[in-house]
């Protein structure tokens, strides 16, 4: 498993990258590698058929299917069919503005959230033609393209919601609580995340300038679990990406997730995946 850190074109990092790739079936004793990196990524299938491997699930993709992976998922792919399909990567954080309606804020934590479908079927075409022109525009590299690139993400990230708001998947949140509070709970869910779960309650409602009990039913009322609750699912999370990605012990592992015991780490994970650390390692 590697990290596949900061895409570069003519010295500069990217935010946005938009690539086409084509594969070859696989051969049926050929290994799946994963690998991860701080893009979120979406996948638009032209042709073929193609295994997408995201933590312990695999998910089939076919053509006039856009798949989503989120930032820093260990993912690998196994190729069921030749096939092509077009990949726009790009930082979460470009979808922000300084200044947002809670209308655009509710959009962004909605992308943020990763409990919605990843599979998004292209109905109408009108997904594959973004894919396209992002590609064609970011190939060309012409100046003022990257605006036209950034431009096709927003259509696609609104053809997204779009269809996540029909199927009834996506959380209203602007009529729960003001503005700053719902950036706050925002704030907590990636400082959350950076800590791998290493954040108690009281420090979470102290960002928040709000009381205990305050802070935990606004963050309850929002995701519609409790904070303790996702903050267990924040370190099983990375518990498989530490699995998969290193050599560390399962104590070690524990240590690092902040757990007091490793059996209470153990317990926690068997209770979330229906095994232990160990058998999901050597399962990997």
């Not at 032209?46 to 006039?64: P, T």
């Not at 109905?123 to 894919?131: I, M, S």
């Not at 003022?144 to 927003?154: A, G, I, P, T, Y």
């Not at 997730?257 to 209470?264: F, I, Q, R, W």
């Amino acid at each position: 498993m590697v990290d596949e850190g900061m895409a570069v074109r003519n010295g500069e990092r990217l935010n946005i990258q938009c690539l086409m790739m084509g594969y070859k079936k696989d051969n049926d004793d050929e290994k799946v590698k994963y690998h991860y990196h701080k893009y979120m990524e979406f996948l638009f299938y032209i042709d073929g058929e193609q295994e997408v491997r995201v933590g312990d699930k695999c998910i089939k993709c076919k053509s006039n299917e856009l798949f989503i992976i989120y930032a820093n998922e260990p993912h690998g792919f196994y190729n069921l069919t030749d096939n092509k399909y077009f990949v726009i990567k790009f930082l979460p954080d470009i979808l922000r503005t300084s200044e947002q309606s809670i209308k655009e804020f509710e959009y962004i934590f909605n992308f943020n959230m990763g409990i919605h479908s990843r599979i998004i079927k292209d109905e109408d075409g009108e997904l594959k033609r973004l894919f396209a022109d992002a590609y064609e525009k970011f190939a060309d590299g012409k100046y003022s393209n990257e605006l036209f690139v950034r431009s096709d993400l927003l259509r696609i990230c609104g053809e997204i919601i779009k269809r996540w708001d029909k199927n009834g998947e996506t959380v209203s949140i602007g009529s729960i609580s003001g503005h700053d509070n719902l950036v706050a709970i925002q704030n907590v869910i990636e400082k959350t995340k950076e800590s791998c779960g290493a954040f108690k309650t009281h420090e979470a409602a102290k960002m928040c300038n709000l009381s205990d009990g305050h802070f935990s039913r606004l963050f309850k009322s929002i995701m519609n679990m409790s904070f303790m609750q996702y903050v267990k699912n924040v370190k099983i999370d990375e518990a498989e990406r530490l699995l998969k990605c290193t050599d560390l012990t399962v104590t070690e592992i524990a240590q690092i997730l902040n757990y007091a015991s490793t059996s209470h780490f153990i317990e926690d994970f068997r209770k979330e995946k229906g095994m232990s650390p160990k058998q999901y390692k050597k399962g990997m």
